[in-house]
C-alpha cells in the first residue's frame, strides 16, 4: 500500500516528465518554425505559411499545458482546490 507522500512523489515525478517533454517539444517546434521563417524569407510560399499556423497553433497549446502543469505542481490538482473552497465555503455559511 502506497503512503500518501510516495502518491504525492510519483504524481510530482510525472508531472516534471511532462514539464521536461512539454519543454522540448516546444524547443523542437520553436526551431523548426525558425527554419519555415528563413525559407519564407526568401519567398512567399503558400504551403510554408500554412505550416508556421499551424506551428504557431500547437506552441500556443503547448504553453498553455505549461501554464497548467507549472500551476498544478505549485498549487495542487485544481479539482480538489474546488472541493476544497466549496466544502469551506459551506462550513462558512452553516456557521
Known amino acids: ?3 500518501r507522500n510516495a502518491v504525492v512523489e510519483t504524481s510530482v515525478e510525472k508531472d516534471m516528465t511532462e514539464l521536461h ?3 522540448r517539444e516546444i524547443e ?3 526551431e523548426q518554425r525558425s527554419e519555415l ?3 519564407l524569407s526568401q519567398g512567399f510560399d503558400a504551403t510554408v505559411s500554412t505550416e508556421l499556423k499551424e506551428i504557431d497553433a500547437r506552441l500556443d497549446a ?3 499545458e505549461h501554464r497548467a502543469v507549472k500551476a ?3 498549487f495542487g490538482d485544481r479539482e480538489k482546490i474546488i472541493k476544497r473552497a466549496r466544502t469551506e465555503e459551506r462550513l462558512l ?3
Open 1 to 3: 500500500m502506497k503512503t
Open 37 to 39: 521563417w528563413t525559407r
Open 93 to 95: 455559511r452553516a456557521a
Open 21 to 23: 517533454e512539454i519543454k
Open 72 to 74: 498544478r505542481l505549485r
Open 28 to 30: 523542437v517546434l520553436s
Open 62 to 64: 503547448l504553453w498553455d
